[in-house]
């Protein structure tokens, strides 16, 4: 008998890949526009970057930094054997930057007003990872 086997029929979690160098550039990185020129598939470094849009009252740079930071992240989710739902840890660090960026982009699309596709990327959070949505909103 496998102890670890899921006896629910859940889909299993998706830990990404860690980047260390990306990781250790955006940590250091002041402005993080040459961490995304240099690691474009790093979704946090474009996550980072539409928060500060958000935060300095630009949503649509926002939105579009948002944007690209989660497609990246869902490109790396489907390599890594997503098939479009189950769990994404946020407790797993390079996680993060992906269901930050999502995060990123439904707020964006809030402020832009666009209503349907700001629920779409709440709920997608919400059933990503609830630790993800309690971290990120509170």
Known sequence: MNLHQNLLNEPPETRLADDPEAREALAIADDPTPVAGRFPSYSAAWARLAELALADGRPVAAYAYARTGYHRGLDQLRRSGWKGHGPIPWEHEPNQGFLRALHALGKASEQIG?????????????????????????
Do not use: H
Not at 114 to 138: I, M, Q, W
């Open 114 to 138: 666009d209503t349907e596709e700001a629920e779409r990327c709440a709920s997608f959070l919400r059933e990503s990872s609830a630790e993800a949505d309690k971290a990120l909103n509170g």
